[in-house]
């Protein structure tokens, strides 16, 4: 990560250093994002949506844009707690921001699960003769072990790859032009991923939509910062903006280039990895693997960082006892790590796995990402619009947008992403319920 600037004010005891500059914030942002992030669901969304992939990113890129916005000011308000949940908890209640907490669960806790689905596929592309039950069962197992013995990416580790990715993501553009300047392509066919009338659904280009978002998750990490940032009531809004519009303006030109690449939609070697098929035919076999490499280990990374995240996660909730304390707070005393949680994580990651597609899995962990994100616009309109009064066109219009394309999004995802996401917020409201959640009372006293 970029060198941190040292503050001249002295630091109180227990505070944390304001070291970050707004340029920290946008790279730290790019590499939890991460720049190859459109490549693994390039061939779902382009199916999904029938080929306007560009398309799908840039409004996807719309909707992160208005919901960075309500972030931003959010961090302003709980500056030293950058989450859905406290958003939510704050401004409008603490049972909402419950709920809103178990739907970022499910979010954490699916991300291994499609990571292990694409590591499998991404794997069988070098071994094909490997059956998907046996690689799903290593990677969750990978997974589950590396958490277990602490194993953690360090930023500088995260910088290195993030940059190894780059120049990969540069190699693609090379060869994809060399590759495009000799196929004679028309205006009509330039076009044609943004918009094709023979093909274009407005309820399928809206499903693509609610897969493509996958390209911008982990945006709102910025705002977790909101402590060791300098002038964060400007930096931390600016920063979650850029990040957003960086990663979709580089995200759109790789799409772009693979849909003029490969436009036939309809048939991929395999729909889950197909940029990597992309890749093979405008750089050769060689691209092929170096591209298919890059990918599975970037995910394996995100894999496991991932099922850290949700073990902490699931390690706050038992905390806080809004899920069982006895199984869920409980540290080894060895290893200072959340056994309990790992596991519980890598059984998820291997049961669903197996039991689901990439695009399933995806879509329901967009399902729990957009109630995160629908929650946060509308505690950001609340507290600004209904609280403090403002009338400023600023203060309502960012939240109202965004609230409005985040449902639309949502509205789009599969019925049985909706009937699972659903059943797993009812299961959340009963269990609030039954443990007195929803009273107006201090979570760590129930």
């Known amino acids: 990560m970029a060198e941190l600037h040292a503050a ?27 720049p190859t992030a459109p490549m693994p669901v ?85 071994f094909p003769f490997l059956p998907f039950w046996l690689l799903a069962l290593c990677f969750a197992g990978l997974f ?28 693609f553009f090379i060869y994809a032009a060399l590759y495009l300047t000799h196929q004679h392509l028309t205006p009509v066919a330039l076009l044609r991923p943004f918009y094709d009338p023979a093909s274009f659904s407005a309820s399928r280009f809206g499903s693509g939509v609610a897969i493509a978002v996958l390209t911008y998750i982990g945006f709102d990490s910025v705002s977790t910062l909101g402590e060791e940032v300098e002038n964060p009531k400007r930096n931390i809004m600016l920063a979650t903006v850029l990040v957003c519009v960086i990663t979709g303006a580089l995200a759109a030109l790789q799409v772009y ?51 850290l995240a949700a073990a902490r996660l699931l390690l706050g909730m038992g905390r806080d006892n809004a899920i069982p304390r006895r199984f869920f707070a409980k540290v080894d005393a060895g290893t200072r790590i959340p056994r309990n949680n790992v596991l519980f994580c890598g059984a998820i990651a291997l049961v669903a ?29 609340w507290e600004y619009c209904i609280r403090r009064k403002e009338r400023n066109w600023k203060y309502w219009l960012p939240p109202v947008l965004g609230f409005a394309v985040c449902f639309y999004i949502w509205v789009h995802l599969s019925v049985p992403a909706k009937i699972a996401g659903g059943s797993w917020l009812l299961i959340g409201a009963l269990y609030g319920w039954h443990r007195g959640i929803f009273r107006r009372q201090r979570m760590e006293t129930i």
């Open 42 to 126: 390039f061939g779902v969304v382009s199916q999904t949506a029938r080929g306007h992939v560009v398309s799908a990113v840039l409004f996807a890129m719309v909707a992160m844009l208005f919901t960075a916005v309500s972030y931003g000011r959010m961090a302003r308000v709980v500056p030293s707690a950058g989450s859905a949940y406290a958003y939510v908890s704050h401004s409008l209640d603490r049972g909402l921001g419950y709920l809103t907490g178990w739907s970022v669960a499910l979010d954490y806790m699916l991300n291994p699960v499609v990571c292990t689905i694409w590591c499998s596929k991404a794997m069988q592309n070098f």
């Open 353 to 381: 796995g197996l039991s689901m597609s990439y695009a399933q899995g995806v879509e329901l962990l967009n399902f729990g990402a957009f109630m995160a994100f629908m929650g946060v616009n509308a505690a950001a309109f």
């Open 8 to 34: 001249s004010a002295p630091v109180a005891v227990g505070q944390l250093r304001r070291a970050l500059r707004l340029r920290d914030l946008i790279l730290y942002g790019i590499i939890i994002i991460q």
């Open 144 to 171: 589950t072990l590396l958490n277990l013995r602490g194993i953690e990416t360090s930023a500088r580790i995260n910088f290195v790859m993030a940059s190894g990715m780059g120049v990969v993501v540069l190699l």
């Open 257 to 307: 280039a693979a849909q003029l690449i490969w436009p036939d939609y309809v048939h991929y070697p395999d729909v889950d990895t197909a940029f990597v098929y992309v890749a093979r035919r405008a750089g050769g076999p060689w691209l092929f693997l170096l591209m298919n490499l890059t990918l599975l280990i970037a995910t394996i990374g995100s894999g496991f960082t991932a099922q």
